[in-house]
């Protein structure tokens, strides 16, 4: 079924409705788990162009993928964190590729239309930017 999932982390309570579902789906396909979050403050978005050094918060962020990622190992998984900085869906889709996933698993806020103006949507930006199949879960649904 599935050998490599991707898994894009907020570093939010959301994290957790995606995680409480990808769980078994990995441990009934035998698939590694690759975290990642994308950081996309200032200095993230400009870190290679300007050669700046981690902001405190990619600093915070790569302890967080870091903490979740040992949870899974030690709950059996074969797990990878992965930090990136820059536009989330573009960094995901490439993320997606070089990892060589073949699911991306990730939680959604659930926004339509208005909302998805107002508040944007890495979800519906990164269905065009990816051939790599998107298991989407809304991260406020049923528990």
Not at 15 to 31: C, N, T, Y
Not at 71 to 76: F, I, N
Request: charged letters at 30%.
């Amino acid at each position: 079924m599935y050998r490599r999932i991707l898994v894009p982390l907020e570093h939010s309570p959301a994290d957790e409705a995606i995680l409480r579902h990808v769980r078994p789906l990995a441990k009934l396909s035998g698939a590694s788990l690759v975290l990642l979050h994308v950081a996309d403050g200032w200095v993230a978005r400009n870190i290679r162009q300007l050669d700046l050094r981690e902001s405190e918060e990619m600093r915070e962020d790569r302890a967080y993928l870091e903490q979740v990622g040992a949870t899974l190992r030690a709950e059996g998984f074969d797990t990878d964190a992965v930090l990136a900085a820059g536009d989330p869906p573009k960094e995901i889709a490439e993320a997606a590729e070089r990892e060589r996933c073949d699911l991306i698993a990730m939680a959604t806020h659930g926004h339509r239309l208005l909302g998805d103006v107002v508040h944007g949507s890495t979800a519906t930006a990164l269905r065009h930017m990816t051939k790599v199949p998107i298991l989407m879960v809304r991260a406020d649904g049923p528990k």
